[in-house]
């Protein structure tokens, strides 16, 4: 127990069996509870678990193989059950440290932040040694995550080493949890800006052996902009129009609108008269320029406060977490 909290870490596990008995071993004493979910492994992560003798490890297993997003649904609501006060996810092919365990729990245990996530974009040094096939995906995909979540202030979202408090797991759909491997994180920023949780950036470098990355760029670049772009929508469904009608909501709708119809009604005018070298009249060039500017200002505005409406920790809080990782990196 840690702050007079029950802390529980969820171990999801699939082809770990060269690392979760170290995992397991390295979770610290604080922790009260430690859940391994094996998702239908194929190896011998399920048979290793079991010869462990720790009695806080509770071992669920999946028949099949369901995606992490079930692992993760199915740990949750057994934490839930266990009546955890914050819920740490911990990896368990030995690339999340848990001495870091410590710097994800202290903001969420006093008030700080709702969920506390890593970055290893902070640490420069240990980053290098990050595949650059990651490194490349996890660029990639923070910009689009940052606008389909709506955490402009968040960075590395793809960094599964995450904390949660409690309170809000209640709050989530597990049934939404994608079950695609490197999507979850994603989709758990979706969510918990629907529900105005504040998320929190806590640098943390990641540990890169002679594995390598599963992470297929094709398969990226196919399935992710799509998921991505659901999520968007669905986040300002809920958000901005089911829960609360916001001033966001019409702008972005206006603003798609004058924003399509600007490039219709230009992309129109060209393909009549470039084909017979007929000069646009200024009116019609007016006509597509105009709602274009107007519907592009409109969705700024409405990215504008979007940004200033969604809930953050404050930079003070931030730079407290920072030097707090930074003593405790000193120290080791």
């Known amino acids: 127990m840690l702050h007079d909290l029950k802390i529980v870490v969820l171990i999801p596990c699939y082809k770990v069996e060269r690392h979760i008995a170290d995992v397991v071993a390295s979770v610290p004493a604080f922790v009260d509870r430690i859940i391994a979910v094996v998702d239908g492994s194929p190896d011998g992560s399920l048979a290793i ?27 949750y609501k057994e934490a839930l059950k266990e009546g955890a006060d914050i819920v740490v996810k911990l990896d368990g092919d030995g690339q ?12 969420i245990a006093n008030n700080l932040c709702d969920y506390a996530k890593g970055n290893r974009f902070r640490h420069t040094r240990a980053l290098s040694s990050m595949p650059k096939i990651r490194l490349l995906g996890s660029i990639g995909l923070t910009f689009l995550t940052k606008m389909a979540s709506g955490y402009w202030n968040v960075t590395d979202p793809q960094n599964g080493y995450v904390a949660i408090a409690g ?46 990355s599963t992470m297929s760029i094709q398969n990226v670049l196919l399935t992710f902009p799509v998921l991505l772009i659901k999520g968007y929508f669905w986040r300002l469904f809920q958000r901005f129009i089911v829960r609360d009608f916001s001033l966001i909501a019409p702008l972005y709708i206006l603003g798609s609108i004058f924003v399509f119809y600007g490039l219709y009604s230009g992309l129109s005018a060209w393909c009549q008269n470039a084909p017979r070298n007929i000069p ?21 505005q409405g990215v504008l406060i979007e940004i200033l409406s969604t809930p953050k920790p404050e930079k003070s809080i931030l730079r407290r977490t920072n030097n707090c990782v930074s003593k405790q990196k000193d120290l080791t």
């Open 49 to 75: 678990l079991q010869s462990l003798s720790c009695e806080r490890l509770l071992i669920i297993s999946h028949e099949q193989n369901l995606g992490l997003g079930a692992a993760m649904a199915t740990g």
């Open 96 to 107: 999340m440290q848990p001495k870091y365990l410590e710097s994800l729990i202290d903001p």
């Open 167 to 212: 309170s809000f797991l209640g709050a989530l759909d597990f049934d939404r949890l994608s079950r695609r491997r490197f999507f979850f994180e994603n989709e758990m920023l979706i969510q918990l800006n629907v529900e105005e949780a504040r998320v929190l950036d806590v640098p943390i470098p990641a540990i890169y052996a002679d594995e390598k």
């Open 280 to 300: 646009t009249p200024t009116g019609t060039i007016m006509k597509a320029t105009i709602p274009l500017i107007l519907g592009f200002q409109m969705l700024l």
